[in-house]
C-alpha cells in the first residue's frame, strides 16, 4: 500500500508530458488524459484515505534514502482526507472549464496551456499534503507558484498581468522567508525532515524554536491569506476565468492551513502562541466579512468572505485542542467545497447575465431558476445556516470555544457568531439584488461578449459600462444569437452570454453541491473520522514511528 503514496503527485506530472505532446493537434484526447488521470488520482486518494485510517500512517522514502538525505512523503488521515476533497473539487472544476470552453486554443496558439498548467497545479497541491520535510514543501508550493501564475494571467490581458504579477511577488517573498527558515533549521539541527525536527526540535533554546516557527506561520499564513497579510486576495483572485479563480480560492488557501495543522501539532507542541493565533482569526473573521459587506462585485465580495472564514479555521489551531482540531478539520472540507461552488455559481451568473455588478443583475431568479438553486443551497451553507456542514463545522469549533474557557476562546465564540450573521445577511443581499429583484435597465442581452482582447484598462474613458478603468473603454459590446457558441481564446474574443448554459458547467457545479451536501448526510461518520485525525495529530507518536520505522 506504501507504494501508492507517490502516485498522486507522480500522475498528474506525467499526463503533463502527454498534455503538451499532443498540443493542439489532439484537443479530445487531451481533454481525455486530464479527466481520466484526475479520476484516478481521485480514487487513490480514497484508497489512501481508508488504508491510513485502518492501518495508520502511510510512508515512502524515493529512492530508499532513509532521512535526513531522501524525499519523504506520507499521508496520515488528514493528508488522506485533503487529498480526496482536493481531488473531487479539482475534477470538478475541469469539468466545468470544459464546459466554458476556456480550454479551446486559436489556431495561431502554438501550445495548449490550460491543461499542462492545471494538472502541474493538482500535483503541487498533492505534493504538499504528502510531503515529510520541509525542502519537498517548499518545492511543492513553487511548482503551484509556476502553474498559479499561468493559470492567473490566462488571456495575457492587463489586468491579469498585474493580478498575476502582485501574485507572484507576494509569493515570491513569502518564499524568500520559507527558505531562510529552513536554512536556519537545517543549520540547528541538521536535518528537514518533519519526524527528525518533531524529536530535535526541543533541545533548542525556545527563543530560537519561537523565531523559526514564527517564521513557518508567517509563510503559511500568507498563502492561507490570513489578516493582516491578505490583502492580495481580492485583487488578484477576481480577475482570473472563473474556474480559475474557484480552484484557487478553494484550495490555494487551505494548502496554507493545512501546513498551519501540520507544523502546530508535529515540530511545535504546546500552543506557545494560542492567543496570537486566535487574535489574528479573530481580526481575520471580522475585517473579511465587513470587507465583503461593503463589496458590490460579486466576485470580490466571495474574496472578502474567502478572508473572514479562513479565520474559523485559525480559530481551532488557536486553541489547540482535540475537540478544535476536529471542528477545524470539518470546516477545513466544507469550506473548500462550498467557496469553489460559489466562485463556479459566479461564472455561471456572468455567463448568463453579463456582469458580476450586483448593482447591474436582476431578475435571475424568475430567468434561470436552476442557477438561483445553485446559488441559493451553498450560500445558506457557507452562512452556516442548520443542518447543512457550515453549521456543523462552526458548532464544533464554537463547542471546542466554551469547553476551553479561556478569554480569548469565548471572544472568539461571540466572534463567530457576529461573523456567521454578518455572512447571512451578505449572502441575502446578493441574493435580494442579483435574483429576487427586478432585472435593472441596461442588463446584458444573452449573446453580449464578456472578454476582448483589448482590455486594457490604462484608458480613464468611459466605456460600456459606464465605469472608466474596468477594460472595456472604447469597445462596443458585440451582439451575437443567444446561445452561439464562442471558443475561449487567448487572444480576440473570449465567451459569450447565453440564456442556455451549458450543461456541464451546471453539472460539475451540481456535483460540488451534492459533495458538500454529503458532509451534511454523512456528518456522524465525518466527524468521527474528523476526531480520529485530531488525535492523530496531537499525539504525534504514530507518524515519527512510521517515517523513521521505529
Known sequence: MNALVPLPVLLPLAATGLSLTFGTRMQRFQRFISVAVLTAVLALSIILMIAADRQGPLSVHLGDFAPPLG?????????????????????CVLIYSLGQGMTDRDKETPLAVFHPAYLILVAGVSCTFLAGDLVNLFVSFEIMLV??????????????????????????????????????????????????????????????????????????????????????????????????????????????????????TLLFPGNRIGDLLMAVALASMLIGILGAVA???????????????????????????????????????????????????????????GTTELTRLGGLAKAAPILA???????????????????????????????????????????SVVTSLLTLYVTAKVWNLAFWRAAPPGQAEAGTVLESGDDSDDDTDEGPDGVPGTGDEGIEPVRRPAGAPVAAKLREKSVITTSRLPRPMMAATAATIALALSFTVFAGPLTAFTDRSAVELLKRTPYIEEVLGK
Request: charged share 10%; with cysteine; hydrophobic share 55%.
Open 373 to 415: 438553486l445553485l446559488f441559493f443551497v451553498p450560500a445558506m451553507n457557507l452562512a452556516g445556516i442548520p443542518p447543512l456542514s457550515g453549521f456543523i463545522g462552526k458548532l464544533g469549533l464554537m463547542r471546542a470555544g466554551v469547553a476551553d474557557g479561556s478569554t480569548w476562546a469565548w471572544i472568539l465564540v461571540a466572534g
Open 71 to 91: 524525499i519523504t512523503l506520507v499521508a496520515d488521515r488528514l493528508s488522506g482526507l485533503m487529498l480526496t476533497v482536493s481531488s473531487a473539487v479539482t475534477l
Open 147 to 264: 502553474a498559479s501564475f499561468v493559470l492567473l494571467t490566462l488571456g495575457g490581458t492587463g489586468p491579469r498581468m498585474r493580478a498575476g504579477s502582485t501574485y507572484v511577488i507576494i509569493s515570491l517573498f513569502s518564499s524568500m522567508v520559507f527558505l531562510i527558515a529552513i536554512a536556519m533549521t537545517y543549520a540547528a539541527l541538521g536535518t528537514v525532515n518533519f519526524a527528525q525536527l518533531a524529536e530535535r526540535l526541543p533541545g533548542l533554546p525556545l527563543g530560537v524554536q519561537t523565531l523559526i516557527q514564527a517564521m513557518l506561520i508567517t509563510v503559511f499564513a500568507i498563502k492561507a491569506a490570513v489578516f493582516p497579510v491578505a490583502a492580495w486576495l481580492p485583487d488578484s483572485y477576481p480577475t482570473a476565468p472563473a474556474p480559475v479563480t474557484a480552484v484557487f480560492a478553494g484550495l490555494l488557501t487551505k494548502v496554507g492551513v493545512y501546513c498551519m495543522m501540520r507544523t502546530e
Open 295 to 353: 463589496q458590490t462585485d460579486l466576485k470580490r465580495l466571495l474574496s472578502f468572505t474567502l478572508i473572514s472564514h479562513i479565520g474559523f479555521m485559525v480559530f481551532g489551531i488557536g486553541l489547540a485542542t482535540r475537540e478544535a482540531y476536529g471542528g477545524a478539520i470539518v470546516y477545513v472540507v466544507h469550506h473548500i467545497t462550498v467557496q469553489t461552488t460559489l466562485f463556479l455559481v459566479a461564472g455561471l451568473i456572468e455567463r448568463r447575465g
